[in-house]
C-alpha cells in the first residue's frame, strides 16, 4: 500500500551533546537553570551550566547548526557570566529557525555530589520554558562516577545530553 503523493511523514533528526567544566572556589553552582548551593561552582566563562550547555550542543547538532562555541564564543565579553538559560533559549531559536521543532530532550550529570533530586522539577521547568515545549518531554538524571576519574576526584562535572528534533 503506497502513500498518497501530498502525504510527508514528518523528519526526526537527533543529536548528543557532552560538556565539562572544572569545580572552583569562589562561584555559584549553577544547574540547570537551578542555584544550588554547594562549597564550590563550576569554572567557566558564562555561568558554566554544565548540563544547560551540554544540551545546547545536543539541540545544534540535531539541528545541524554547529555547536555552542561558534555561536557564544568564550572569548566574547557579551557571554561573559551569562545566564547559560538564556543561550539555551537563544539555542531554541536558531533551531526553529532552522525549521526544527524541539520535541524530547534527555540529560545526565555526572557528579559526585551534591545530589540535584531536589532540583529536578525547577530544571525541568526552566529547560521546558526555554525551549517553549512540554515539561513532560524534559528528562534530567545523575549518576557519580564511582570515584574514578576527575568527576570522582570531586574536581569538575561533566554531562551528556541527546535531543530529538522534528524538521517542518
Do not use: C
Not at 525551549?131 to 568527576?151: R, S, W, Y
Amino acid at each position: 500500500m503506497s502513500l498518497p503523493t501530498w502525504y510527508r511523514a514528518p523528519e526526526y533528526h537527533a543529536g548528543i551533546g557532552y560538556d565539562v567544566h572544572p569545580l572552583a572556589a569562589g562561584r555559584k553552582l549553577v544547574l540547570g537553570g537551578v542555584e544550588i548551593p554547594y562549597a564550590l561552582g563550576l569554572k567557566g566563562h558564562s555561568d558554566a551550566d554544565v548540563l544547560i550547555h551540554a544540551l545546547m550542543d545536543a539541540i545544534l547538532g540535531a539541528a545541524g547548526a554547529g555547536d555552542i562555541g561558534e555561536h557564544f564564543p568564550d572569548t566574547s565579553r557579551k557571554y561573559k557570566g551569562v545566564s547559560s538559560l538564556l543561550l539555551l533559549t537563544r539555542v531554541g531559536q536558531i533551531a526553529a529557525k532552522a525549521g526544527f521543532t524541539v520535541v524530547n530532550v534527555d540529560v545526565v550529570l555526572l557528579a559526585e555530589e551534591p545530589r540535584i533530586k531536589p532540583y529536578k522539577v525547577r530544571m525541568r521547568g526552566n529547560i521546558a520554558g526555554a525551549l517553549g515545549m512540554d515539561e513532560q518531554h524534559v528528562n534530567i538524571k545523575a549518576t557519580t562516577n564511582e570515584g574514578l576519574g576527575f568527576v570522582g576526584a570531586k574536581q569538575g562535572m561533566a554531562a551528556y545530553a541527546v535531543a530529538a528534533l522534528r524538521k517542518g
